[in-house]
Structures are given as C-alpha cells and as structure tokens.
C-alpha cells in the first residue's frame, strides 16, 4: 500500500505563488510515477504534472507549462508542485497521485493511489 498527505493548497490572488507538497508512505516498489492532478467544479479531472521517481524525467500540461515545476525529494518520499503566475483558471482541487507507468502519456497514466486532496483558489 502506498499512503500519500497533500499540504500547500490555499488562496491566492492572481499572479501569485503556492508550492504543493505530496509526502508519500508504504511500498515504494507499488509506484515509479507521482502525478499532480487537479479537478474543478464541473469540469473533468486533468493531469498537470509527473514525475518519475527514479529517472526525475518530468511531464506538464500545456496549460501550466512554464508556470509550474514538479519535483521531488527521495530522502524524504515528497513530491512538490511549485505554483507561479497563478490564474483563476488554475483554481481547483488538487491531488498527489501515485502508480506505476503502464505506457503512453504520463499525465494520463490510471493512477492506483490517491491523497486526499488540497484546495487551491486564485482570485482576479
């Protein structure tokens, strides 16, 4: 089993800064991938960011390329998502995910373990 605690999440008005971290627990050999993911009120769960825990090979949505960095910290089974430029279109809650790579884009990979969840809000 792979436990997983997002922290970080908040409000903040448009332009600004929020990092997200995933702290994950249990079986390391049950993933290889870590993904953000993010879910708005009607609107469908998209992948934002991931990373490979033993390669650190890093992927992004186009709507946040440039603007977020994933990354992560193996010492400490942590995942970070570091939030610049926020927009309001950005507002939604985000989840640390974890998995093994099955082929295809990593963003879309069927994540088996999930957080809990964080809030981020942006306003204009």
């Known amino acids: 089993q792979v436990q997983l605690v997002e922290s970080g999440g908040g409000s903040v008005q448009a332009g600004g800064s929020l990092r997200l971290s995933c702290a994950a627990s249990g079986s390391t050999n049950r993933r290889n991938l870590m993904g953000w993911l993010r879910q708005a009120p009607g609107k469908k769960r998209e992948g934002v960011a991931a990373?490979?825990?033993?390669?650190?090979?890093?992927y992004y949505a186009d709507s946040v390329r440039g603007r977020f960095t994933i990354s992560q910290d193996n010492a400490k089974n942590t995942v970070y998502l570091q939030m610049n430029s926020l927009k309001p279109e950005d507002t939604a809650m985000y989840y640390c995910?974890?998995?093994?790579?099955?082929?295809?884009?990593?963003?879309?990979?069927?994540?088996?373990?999930w957080g809990q969840g964080t809030q981020v809000t942006v306003s204009s």
């Open positions: 990373i490979f825990t033993t390669s650190s090979g890093t």
């Open positions: 995910a974890a998995g093994v790579y099955a082929g295809g884009s990593p963003l879309g990979t069927d994540f088996r373990y």
